[in-house]
């Protein structure tokens, strides 16, 4: 199984910041056919199923603020939120699909106003 | 616009069983791989269990492998998981997934159903 490990664990960043959340997976997901990452970011507020943000690593979602930017390539990524706004507070998890029996998530950072 | 809506979820003893579904609609149902994603109480998500737009291919996660069995109904639009010998833990939130055009991305998620294993 591919493991993702994300850091921090959490995080607090004023209004207006920057925010960098790192996602590390335990061997590529870059599928050397096509170019691409198979790589995804989700934000989570509590009582809500996650939302996609991100996907083939840095393709932002349709309607996701382009504050959110996602960069890396093979097994190292970073999800940043350009200027931290109060509704930015919520979980955010990295995911690969690299495999097709069965993606993973990484464990989640917490993002909270400083 | 894509719903997902799960139902089946409730309270359930140690080794019984019980059976999610998804109820889909906004798009064509049958196009489209589907999955189960839990999320226990104050933790990650987990994925589940995956199904192809036939049928065709099912994944399950080695911790559900043998107990859980994922299926849907293509002419009925409806996503299905049957769990048996549940375990404590399993309790979880569970949400239907619906996966990208060209990857197994999540862009759409259901609301999810509370499954709680106790006796």
């Known amino acids: 199984d591919i493991v993702m490990t994300q850091s921090p664990d959490s995080l607090a960043v004023s209004l207006g910041e920057r925010a960098t959340i790192n996602c590390k997976s335990s061997?590529?997901?870059?599928?050397?056919?096509?170019?691409?990452?198979?790589l995804a970011w989700y934000q989570q507020k509590p009582g809500q199923p996650p939302k996609l943000l991100i996907y083939w690593a840095s393709t932002r979602e349709s309607g996701v603020p382009d504050r959110f930017s996602g960069s890396g390539s093979g097994t190292d990524f970073t999800l940043t939120i350009s200027s931290l706004q109060a509704e930015d507070v919520a979980v955010y998890y990295c995911q690969q699909y690299y495999s097709t029996r069965g993606v993973t998530f990484g464990p989640g950072t917490k993002v909270d106003i400083k | 616009e894509v719903q997902l809506v799960e139902s089946g979820g409730g309270l359930v003893k140690p080794g019984g069983s019980l059976r999610l579904s998804c109820a889909a609609s906004g798009f064509t149902f049958s196009s489209y791989s589907m999955n189960w994603v839990r999320q226990a109480p104050g933790k990650g998500l987990e994925w589940v269990s995956s199904?192809?737009?036939?049928?065709?291919?099912?994944y399950y996660a080695d911790s559900v492998k043998g107990r859980f069995t994922i299926s849907r109904d293509n002419a009925k639009n409806s996503l299905y998981l049957q769990m048996n010998s549940l375990r404590a833990e399993d309790t979880a939130v569970y949400y239907c997934?619906?996966?990208?055009?060209?990857?197994?991305?999540?862009?759409?998620w259901g609301q999810g159903t509370l499954v709680t294993v106790s006796s």
């Open positions: 997934a619906r996966e990208g055009y060209s990857g197994s991305y999540y862009g759409y």
């Open positions: 061997q590529s997901v870059l599928y050397s056919s096509n170019n691409k990452n198979y």
């Open positions: 199904i192809s737009s036939s049928s065709s291919y099912i």
